[in-house]
């Protein structure tokens, strides 16, 4: 059974940075789409980064400059790098790994924005 295992979130005031990681029991580079989605209070699920094992990223337009996602298989992680965040940016976020239709998340991590 595949386990994804996020940390880092927290309560971070607007403007601030925190770093999530979703560590897998598996070698990343035996899932080719990695991402990370988050569902805020009150809205829908959005997938926020997605990260492919050919090294392709992309971002929802609203974190864009703000967000980095990046992959380190030598520590099975996915990583979110997330700065000036904004009380917008407040959401339970869960790492996200497919295969062969397969889909796998973690539990989840709670991020407030708040001052």
């Known amino acids: 059974q595949v386990q994804l295992v996020e940390s880092g979130g927290g309560l971070v005031q607007p403007g601030g940075s925190l770093r999530l990681s979703c560590l897998v029991s598996e070698p990343i580079a035996r899932f080719p789409i990695m991402g990370w989605y988050r569902h805020p209070p009150g809205r829908q699920r959005e997938r926020v980064a997605m990260s492919t094992n050919r090294n392709i990223a992309d971002l929802l337009d609203s974190v864009k400059g703000r967000f980095t996602v990046s992959r380190d298989n030598t520590k099975n992680t996915l990583t979110l790098q997330m700065n000036n965040l904004k009380p917008e940016d407040t959401a339970v976020y869960y790492c996200?790994?497919?295969?062969?239709?397969?889909?796998?998340w973690g539990q989840g991590t709670q991020v407030t924005v708040s001052s």
């Open positions: 996200n790994a497919q295969r062969m239709g397969d889909v796998y």
